[in-house]
């Protein structure tokens, strides 16, 4: 489409070969704590709640609803403009195509996705909201969050090795793939991406044209939503590898980029909350250091970590995953953000009403680190939990220890 | 390139084809070569990933209408 010239270099570089993970994993988290910045660190899994709610709304289970449409929803348009970011990286670098898995396949995706939405909502977060933002934003829960991944995928890990032997008739069967970027008469691939670049761009500027400072922090969502999705497709970057890989191939490729992505965060929202940055008038210094940090300390944040994990696990992505995925054109993880959606307001209803109920207070805590060990204290304890799973994912990568195959 | 053993993994994403190629290698003799199918784009990085980490050998890829072609040797 250009000229050979620097200009198609330029774009060949950025579109021709995939970029290193860990590459993604830094550039996410900038980004992570720009969103920190304009209102509140990234996070995914109350935007599909939200997408969720207005089905119910619109089905007249108004029980189950919202009065927040879509379009108001900051994170709700964030998810949706990373499907279109990973959409359009898809169709530069010709990775886009509509790949239909058999249906067996669908179904796992369908349930995996399900019971994300039912971890996220137990436990308060996901991978992203939960785990990369909270730990880099020092908050308790993330850790026995993290447990709980750790101990889901695992489980759920041995459950497909299993399913491989035992029922090897689930992933077999009839697969389709349309409108792939390779081969004749493609060229329109690439035009459509650019189209899709332009519509974000109006969007943003209608949104962020308007008066109100709620509605320019959306228009912002829209335009973050883009470039995070371009990353993420760009990057293959994925947290379920994350905690997957030492227990399957045992390389430590996705644990390392995930890493880094948690420790460029962390000096980010530490300086942001130290000094308490942010719009003064809108959020107390209080306000701005919570953010992040949740009420799941610790139980309630293990138990959701754990069937989180299962879910992340039998979709292939997590509450992120699943969106660039999607985008790429693969219809299991479109059936793995279906049941996300629809479950995440049922889970909301009636699930965590009973699970916060049950577990004493003492179990589901909001705490953050810092009031108990200071800044100092509490850095100096990521860190060194970073550099045990470091540590951990590098020996067993050279020894193999735990992993399966 | 001739190939002993086939193995389609058309329409699967992450982590199925790796899990199916690992089990089918398993079975397959010494020096035997696998044709793997596949259209998971990630595959592009994970099979010759998952070939160094185990020592077989990563042969060919080749890609024609968003599908993907790989020959792995066992080792």
């Given at each position: 489409?250009?000229?050979?010239?620097?200009?198609?270099?330029?774009?060949?570089?950025?579109?021709?070969?995939?970029?290193?993970?860990?590459?993604?994993?830094?550039?996410?988290?900038?980004?992570?704590?720009?969103?920190?910045?304009?209102?509140?660190?990234?996070?995914?899994?109350?935007?599909?709640?939200?997408?969720?709610?207005?089905?119910?709304?619109?089905?007249?289970?108004?029980?189950?609803?919202?009065?927040?449409?879509?379009?108001?929803?900051?994170?709700?348009?964030?998810?949706?403009?990373?499907?279109?970011?990973?959409?359009?990286?898809?169709?530069?670098?010709r990775e886009f195509g509509i790949r239909i898995s058999p249906v067996g396949e669908l179904v796992k995706g369908f349930v995996g996705g399900a019971l994300m939405a039912i971890g996220a909502t137990v436990g308060a977060g996901c991978t992203t909201g939960g785990f990369f933002t909270g730990l880099a934003a020092l908050s308790a829960g993330a850790l026995t969050l993290a447990a709980g991944f750790m101990i889901g995928t695992f489980v759920a890990l041995r459950y497909l090795l299993w399913e491989m032997e035992a029922l090897p008739n689930i992933s077999m069967g009839k697969s389709f793939i349309?409108?792939?970027g390779t081969g004749k008469k493609t060229g329109w691939q690439r035009w459509l991406g650019w189209l899709m670049i332009a519509l974000v761009l109006f969007l943003f500027n209608t949104y962020t044209a308007s008066s109100s400072g709620a509605m320019k922090i959306?228009?912002?969502?829209?335009?973050?939503?883009?470039?995070?999705?371009?990353?993420?497709q760009r990057s293959r970057y994925c947290i379920v590898r994350a905690f997957r890989e030492p227990f399957m191939t045992g390389e430590a490729t996705a644990p390392v980029a995930v890493m880094l992505s948690i420790l460029v965060a962390l000096v980010g929202f530490t300086v942001i909350k130290y000094f308490g940055v942010g719009n003064a008038g809108e959020f107390a210094a209080r306000a701005i250091e919570m953010k992040?940090?949740?009420?799941?300390?610790?139980?309630?944040?293990?138990?959701?970590?754990?069937?989180?994990?299962?879910?992340?696990?039998?979709?292939?992505?997590?509450?992120?995953?699943?969106?660039?995925?999607?985008?790429?054109?693969?219809?299991?993880?479109w059936f793995a953000a279906l049941g996300f959606v629809i479950m995440a307001p049922l889970s909301k209803g009636f699930i965590v009403p009973a699970v916060k109920k049950l577990l004493p207070e003492s179990m589901q805590k909001q705490m953050f680190l810092p009031d108990i060990l200071g800044y100092t204290g509490a850095v100096v304890l990521v860190l060194f939990i970073l550099l045990l799973w470091y540590m951990f994912a590098k020996w067993n990568e050279k020894t193999g220890k735990f992993s399966a195959l | 390139m001739q190939a002993d053993q086939n193995l389609d993994c058309k329409g699967l994403s992450?982590?199925?084809?790796?899990?199916?190629?690992?089990?089918?290698?398993?079975?397959?003799?010494?020096?035997?070569?696998?044709?793997?199918?596949?259209?998971?784009p990630g595959s592009k990085a994970d099979v010759p990933a998952w070939c160094e980490k185990t020592g077989n050998v990563f042969l060919e890829h080749s890609e024609e209408g968003g599908t993907h072609t790989f020959y792995i040797k066992k080792k």
């Open positions: 489409m250009f000229k050979k010239g620097v200009l198609r270099e330029l774009f060949d570089s950025l579109f021709g070969k995939s970029w290193p993970m860990w590459v993604g994993g830094i550039l996410l988290a900038m980004m992570n704590i720009l969103l920190f910045v304009i209102k509140y660190p990234w996070g995914s899994s109350s935007g599909y709640t939200n997408i969720g709610q207005n089905i119910f709304q619109i089905i007249g289970v108004t029980s189950l609803g919202t009065k927040v449409p879509i379009s108001l929803h900051a994170v709700a348009l964030l998810n949706i403009f990373v499907v279109v970011g990973a959409f359009v990286s898809s169709l530069f670098s349309f409108l792939t959306i228009g912002w969502h829209i335009m973050i939503g883009l470039i995070l999705g371009m990353i993420l992040g940090v949740y009420a799941n300390f610790w139980l309630r944040a293990l138990i959701g970590g754990f069937i989180f994990g299962l879910g992340m696990t039998v979709a292939g992505g997590c509450a992120v995953g699943t969106l660039w995925r999607a985008g790429e054109g693969h219809v299991k993880l | 992450c982590p199925m084809p790796i899990i199916k190629l690992a089990k089918t290698m398993k079975k397959m003799a010494s020096g035997e070569v696998l044709e793997m199918l596949g259209t998971d």
